[in-house]
Nanobody, 119 residues
Framework: QVQLVESGGGLVQAGGSLRLSCTASGRIISAYGMGWFRQAPGKEREFVARIMWSAGHTYYADAAKGRFTISRDNAKNTVYLQMNSLKREDTAVYSC????????????WGQGTQVTVSS
């Protein structure tokens, strides 16, 4: 089992920055992929970014490219999402997820953290 806890959400003005954290506990193996997703009110959950736990390879949704950066600290079992130049449309609940097989099949999910961007 893997437990994921997100933190770092909050209220920020448009153009500002936030850094989200996702700390994992339990059995994390090097093959894991870790992802950030978001869900805005009335919309489906969407992929934001992904990182491979061991190699550090990263992937981004088009909406995140150039503004968001995903990273990890293996020693702390933590994945980060640095979000810059935030826009109102980035307002959502952000959740992290763990993919044990490394094939984009996310099995474990955190509870989510709210990000609200005001104009």
């Amino acid at each position: 089992q893997v437990q994921l806890v997100e933190s770092g959400g909050g209220l920020v003005q448009a153009g500002g920055s936030l850094r989200l954290s996702c700390t994992a506990s339990g059995r994390i193996i090097s093959a894991y992929g870790m992802g950030w997703f978001r869900q805005a009110p009335g919309k489906e959950r969407e992929f934001v970014a992904r990182i491979m736990w061991s190699a550090g390879h990263t992937y981004y949704a088009d909406a995140a490219k150039g503004r968001f950066t995903i990273s990890r600290d293996n020693a702390k079992n933590t994945v980060y999402l640095q979000m810059n130049s935030l826009k109102r449309e980035d307002t959502a609940v952000y959740s992290c997820a763990a993919d044990p097989s490394g094939s984009s099949q996310y099995v474990y999910w955190g509870q989510g953290t709210q990000v609200t961007v005001s104009s």
